[in-house]
């Protein structure tokens, strides 16, 4: 009696994930530019640690310290102001973060 639940179970649980696989509609594709319009209007400057930020390079790679991936910093961002002392934020951020002045 055990064993016959078991599979009647594990035959609802088979049938479930087929009907979701088979009936779920496929995510749709990013939208993308075309392959040389965001490299010519945009200049990557260096990459840098986004936790680390005084870690730069000239070439992508991982942080020394963390270990995560280096960012690129691309020209006329706000990152790439000389002051330290500053925190830059995007409009992207600023929504996120709800920065109300």
Not at 14 to 43: E, I, L, Y
Not at 45 to 53: A, I
Not at 74 to 98: I, Q, R
């Amino acid at each position: 009696m055990k064993i016959k639940f078991i599979l009647l179970l594990l035959a609802a649980a088979t049938a479930g994930a087929v009907w979701d696989f088979h009936f779920k509609p496929p995510a749709p594709a990013p939208a993308r530019a075309p392959a040389g319009s965001m490299k010519a209007a945009r200049k990557i400057l260096y990459y840098q640690s986004p936790m680390h930020p005084w870690i730069k390079s000239d070439k992508p790679g991982k942080c020394p310290i963390c270990g995560m991936d280096l960012v690129p910093v691309y020209e006329g961002d706000a990152m790439a102001m000389s002051d330290t002392n500053l925190v830059a934020l995007n409009t992207d951020c600023v929504s996120v973060v709800n920065v109300q002045t």
